[in-house]
Each structure stands twice: as C-alpha cells, then as structure tokens.
C-alpha cells in the first residue's frame, strides 16, 4: 500500500521569506501524481500545485515550486516570497491514475509578519 | 463555475441517531470521493463513484455507512447509527480527469 509521510507537523516564517515543506512516500508504481492541497484556518482545501510522475521538469505555480526526486520518492514544496495568506494547513498526497488520493499527516505553516 | 458544495457544514448528533450529508460535485464531474478526517488523524479515502456506480467502497469503515449517487449527480452518505468514533470531518471531491476538487467539508460531532 502506498504511505505518504511528511516530517513536519507544524512550521513557520517570516513574511517575504522562502520555506520548503517536505513530502516523502512509498510506491511500487511508475505511473502516478503528487499533490500539494492547502487548507487555510475554516476554510476549503484548495490544490496548490500537481506532478505528473513521468515529467521530469519540476512543476511551478507563481510562488510555489515542486523539488521532485523520483528516485528518492521525494516531494518538496517551496514557497517563496511568503505571504500572510499561506498560513495554512498543507497536506501532500499521492494518488495512482484514476484513484483515490493517500494524503500525509499534514504540515501547519504559520506565516509571521 | 460553482464548486464542489456540501451540506450541512456542521451536524451535532447524539450516538445511536442518523445522519445525513449530502455532496453536490462540480457539473459535468463523473468522479465523486468521499474522504474522512478523524480529529488528529490522516485524511482517509471512504469511496469512489463513477457516475452512478461504486468504483472502490474499499474504505468504507462499515455497514452503518451508506453512499448513494443518484443518477450520478449529488451523493448522500448515512451514518446510522452514529458511533461516537464517526466524529470528524467528512469531505467530498469531483474530478473530471485526474485532479479532485474539495468541497468545503462537513464537521460531525457524535456526542
């Protein structure tokens, strides 16, 4: 069964600064993607950013950047430029194609101005 | 676009009674997921439809757990009767292709 693991149960910054959010997970599958949801305080779950395990290029979204290691079965989110409004619970998951997600135990971000 | 909806936000109910909640999918969304969080827990994966049909009830914890997509629009999933280990947050997706959209969750509390 595939577990998704991630290390840091809570985290903080100063606003403007860069944080890396680690994932890592087990898999014997070739084919699948990563993903990173935010849940900011009583709010929606909301996607941040998506992998597809074949693509070798490291996806980017404005702010937010991928460092994937397939090899290592490694998935780290970086936030630059942090913003008050990416305080938030952040939750890194895996999902084979056409499957159910497996979601990490989560990651609190606290964002300090 | 609307998004994925969720009725009711919250529901406080005592043991032994029934519960309700619905998951209104993004239109034109074949897939819909049910995911639950127990409070200090993972996120867990309860099931999958494709239109209509039960793709994997795989983590469904139960039979006092029912799920039902009608005509493969909105979904219900019964609680009957509520344990008090059924407290958490119940989430609904949609997809279309391989990326779920959440919907804002249901908090039930079984006292």
């Known amino acids: 069964a595939q577990t998704v693991t991630q290390s840091q149960p809570e985290m903080s910054v100063q606003e403007a600064e860069t944080v890396t959010l680690s994932c890592t997970y087990d898999t014997s599958e070739s084919n699948y993607y990563l993903f990173w949801y935010k849940q900011p305080p009583s709010r929606q779950m909301i996607l941040v950013i998506r992998q597809e395990a074949y693509k070798q290029q490291n996806a980017t979204e404005n702010r937010f950047s991928v460092n994937f290691q397939k090899a290592a079965k490694s998935f780290s989110l970086k936030i630059s430029d942090s913003q008050l409004g990416d305080t938030a619970m952040y939750f890194c998951a895996f999902m084979e194609y056409g499957n159910k997600l497996v979601f990490g135990a989560g990651t609190i971000l606290r964002v300090k101005s | 676009e609307a998004g994925v909806t969720q009725f009711p936000s919250h529901s406080v109910i005592e043991k032994g009674q029934t519960v309700t909640l619905r998951c209104d999918p993004i239109s034109g969304h074949d897939n819909l997921y049910w995911y639950r969080r127990v409070m200090g827990k993972e996120i867990k994966f309860l099931l999958h439809?494709?239109?209509?049909?039960?793709?994997?009830e795989s983590g469904m914890p139960n039979n006092r757990f029912l799920a039902e997509r009608t005509g493969g629009t909105y979904s219900t999933l019964k609680v009957q009767p509520a344990e008090l280990e059924d407290s958490g947050v119940y989430f609904c997706?949609?997809?279309?292709?391989?990326?779920?959209?959440f919907g804002p969750g249901t908090r039930l509390t079984v006292l």
């Open positions: 439809f494709v239109k209509e049909s039960k793709q994997d």
């Open positions: 997706a949609s997809s279309h292709a391989d990326t779920q959209y």
